[in-house]
């Protein structure tokens, strides 16, 4: 149960890669017995190896919902209907909802979300790898790696893809999320032009988000009305959410 050891040498590398043992070491890491030991030291163990485990190469989404479907068909007698990664319990979208994961798949206490998870560029599999790993409990290590500083660049990253859902997640309070600023909203704003469905999700998180957005920044209000005076309806929409906003925050 040491992730480092196929790093030791090329030999055991090769004789360690295969299918078979990365399905059987991704059960005893990250599956565990409901009547097994969840002191906070335990957990500290399991988070650890779990965290080294999700930022291992041949861990990819792919990977993970074939360890799901192997779990279900291992562990018939663990849950009750079979959880389908490919149609989740969970959504990250505009519409917010994001209920605790099933005890047997959840992530012990303090594991991370690995870095490959929090930067673009932004595809399908990786958006919704990120989605579910914070759906089981991983967070954003801000303290004791540069994670914070990558899923930062990975909101910008997202913003200008315009990958509403990976927006959603990387500013979803369950994983220690990224802060939104003004200088986000801008940019959002003014350089890739005025995402309506995602401005809005930067004006309107979910609860227990760190919010720091002025509503009266003059360059945002500078755009909307440089924008409705052209006829575009998305000036005069931003002047309204702007207004809104200034009404509410006082």
Same mark, same amino acid.
């Given at each position: ?27 005893? +890491? ?14 500290? +163990? ?121 927006? +959603? ?82």
């Amino acid at each position: 149960m040491n992730v480092s050891l196929p790093q030791s040498s090329a030999h055991l590398a090769r004789k360690l890669s295969s299918e078979h043992v990365f399905l059987d070491f991704s059960l005893k +890491a990250l599956w565990r017995e409901e009547a097994q030991d969840t002191s906070p030291e335990n957990d500290e +163990a399991y988070a650890q190896l779990q965290s080294q485990l999700l930022r291992c190469r041949f861990f990819t989404w792919q990977f993970y919902k074939g360890y799901v479907q192997k779990l279900n068909k291992l562990r018939p007698d663990i849950h009750g209907n079979n959880i389908d990664l490919d149609n989740p319990p969970y959504s990250f979208g505009p519409y917010f909802r994001c209920s605790k994961g099933p005890a047997y798949l959840s992530l012990a206490r303090g594991c991370h979300i690995p870095e490959k998870l929090l930067k673009g560029s932004w595809t399908p599999d990786k958006t919704s790898f990120l989605e579910c790993v914070i759906w089981l409990g991983a967070t954003i290590d801000w303290t004791g790696s540069s994670a914070g500083e990558i899923a930062t660049q990975g909101l910008y990253d997202a913003i200008r893809e315009g990958d509403l859902n990976a927006v +959603a997640a990387l500013t979803c309070p369950r994983c220690d999320p990224v802060r939104l600023t003004t200088e986000m909203l801008r940019f959002a704003v003014s350089d890739c032009g005025c995402d309506e469905e995602i401005v809005n999700l930067l004006l309107s998180p979910p609860l227990g988000i760190d919010v720091d957005v002025d509503f009266h920044d003059p360059e945002l209000w500078a755009w909307a009305g440089r924008e409705e005076g052209k006829g575009n309806p998305k000036g005069v929409w931003l002047r309204q959410i702007l207004l809104d906003g200034c009404e509410t925050s006082g």
